[in-house]
């Protein structure tokens, strides 16, 4: 009985990869989405004026340093 339960579960993580890779090949966007998609151009606009400090940027927008350090990196 195990082993026919494990060939089972074999067959079923085969078909989830294949699947996830047809969506991959389709262009279809895995993944948790990023929170503050809409509010890129905006954070990357108070982050190149100048006229805001970090600080600003992060309490107005709601992200972590980390994530609009990542951000700012990721645009370079």
Same mark, same amino acid.
């Given at each position: 009985?195990?082993?026919?339960?494990?060939?089972?579960?074999?067959?079923?993580?085969?078909?989830?990869?294949?699947?996830?890779?047809?969506? /991959?090949?389709?262009?279809?966007?895995?993944?948790?989405?990023?929170?503050?998609?809409? /509010?890129?151009?905006?954070?990357?606009?108070?982050?190149?004026?100048?006229?805001?400090?970090?600080?600003?940027?992060?309490?107005?927008?709601?992200?972590?340093?980390?994530?609009?350090?990542?951000?700012?990196?990721?645009?370079?």
């Amino acid at each position: 009985m195990h082993g026919l339960s494990q060939f089972e579960r074999d067959l079923i993580a085969d078909r989830t990869k294949e699947g996830l890779s047809s969506a /991959k090949s389709r262009g279809a966007k895995l993944g948790r989405p990023q929170k503050f998609n809409d /509010k890129k151009e905006t954070i990357l606009q108070m982050y190149n004026s100048n006229d805001y400090s970090i600080n600003d940027i992060i309490n107005t927008t709601g992200i972590s340093k980390t994530t609009l350090y990542r951000l700012v990196n990721a645009t370079k």
